[in-house]
């Protein structure tokens, strides 16, 4: 069996770095390394790493790159590990003692490029950990192991998918992870995991054990949970995620084979799901004002980031901007929702 290359980030953890270790050690697969590269901790993780006398275990600390710095984070350790398979184990997680017993074998297969299980979420203790249910519906077995290849990164490209698991459960080959210049980012987007797998789901199939392979630790300061504090927050890491999804298009798109309408019902879920229209609605409003240049930065925005049908009401937006008129007499022509000014002065939407 290959040599396997544990890349575990962490910042903070003091508290959990232990547990996650110990699940390493523990494991009954022992050909692995395991690299913790520690971006700037200030609570005394870098301690307790050291504490554990594995050989196998190697600490290195770095200055703090922050989320956006994953990519170079775990591509430092990447380039420190030996291992022909590449594994994932974030600070704050732990996995079954099995986990790399039960994944490794599936790469005697040539053509499978990455093997993984279910991530369960649970709370800070890893004694009796309450598991959470999945929210995904099931998947078809096609998407699951990557058949024909490729059919697990076209579904990773719609809105209410995203990614099948956390980072913690998979194992991947080297070779493939080369072949795509390491774990990929994009800029302003705090992952690496979801611009990496829509890449390497174009190199090969995928194995899916239907077991849990990690546990996701969720705790006040888990990046995740900070990222998504509030709403707006998480509308800003999904807007990211939606340019991951546009540059991924933009350059694979060829590969993927979509069609028009296929690559149409993508956009239009992220824009329904997403966006919600907030852009436009906010120019709309905006221009019904008579605030035009905010108007115009609004629909600008939307010109940029948001499908084909969209872009095009930006455009008139941004037309009806520059000369002063406004959009709401077409709405309201066609039935739909539109702008009309209340007693006090504000601005209210109405079908009436």
């Not at 190697?58 to 030996?82: D, F, K």
């Not at 080369?178 to 987007?189: H, K, L, Q, S």
């Not at 969720?218 to 990046?223: D, F, I, N, S």
Request: with cysteine; aromatic share 10%.
């Amino acid at each position: 069996m290959p040599r396997v290359t544990v890349i575990t980030p962490t910042f903070n953890h003091a508290s959990f770095i232990a547990d996650c270790l110990r699940s390493t050690t523990a494991q009954t697969f022992g050909d692995w390394e395991q690299f913790v590269i520690d971006d700037g901790s200030t609570d005394g993780t870098g301690d307790v790493v050291r504490a554990f006398r594995d050989p196998r275990i190697h600490y290195v600390r770095q200055e703090r790159l922050g989320l956006c710095g994953l990519p170079q984070t775990y591509n430092r350790a990447l380039a420190l590990g030996t291992g022909s398979l590449v594994a994932v184990l974030e600070g704050d997680d732990w996995w079954p003692a099995d986990k790399l017993e039960t994944l490794v074998p599936a790469f005697r297969d040539e053509g499978v490029v990455l093997a993984y299980g279910r991530q369960v979420c649970v709370g800070r203790s890893p004694l009796h950990p309450p598991s959470l249910p999945d929210p995904r519906r099931p998947l078809p077995r096609d998407v699951l192991f990557n058949m024909p290849v490729g059919r697990a990164s076209v579904t990773m490209m719609r809105k209410d998918v995203l990614v099948f698991t956390g980072p913690s459960s998979i194992v991947l080959r080297r070779a493939s992870l080369d072949r795509i210049g390491g774990f990929r980012g994009c800029a302003g987007f705090p992952a690496t995991d979801y611009p990496t797998l829509l890449r390497i789901g174009l190199l090969g199939r995928f194995h899916f054990e239907d077991r849990p392979m990690s546990y996701w630790r969720l705790h006040p300061g888990q990046a995740t949970q900070v990222l998504q504090a509030t709403r707006e927050k998480h509308l800003a890491l999904m807007r990211r995620a939606w340019i991951v999804v546009r540059e991924f298009h933009a350059a694979c798109g060829a590969r993927l084979g979509l069609s028009a309408a296929a690559w149409s019902d993508i956009e239009a879920g992220w824009e329904r799901d997403l966006w919600g229209g907030c852009p436009i609605q906010e120019g709309r409003r905006l221009l019904a004002e008579g605030r035009l240049h905010q108007a115009r930065g609004r629909f600008r925005r939307a010109a940029r980031t948001m499908g084909r049908f969209a872009r095009l009401i930006a455009i008139a937006g941004l037309g009806a901007s520059m000369v002063g008129a406004s959009l709401e007499g077409c709405y309201r022509m066609l039935g739909r929702p539109y702008y009309r000014r209340l007693t006090t002065g504000g601005f209210s939407k109405t079908r009436q």
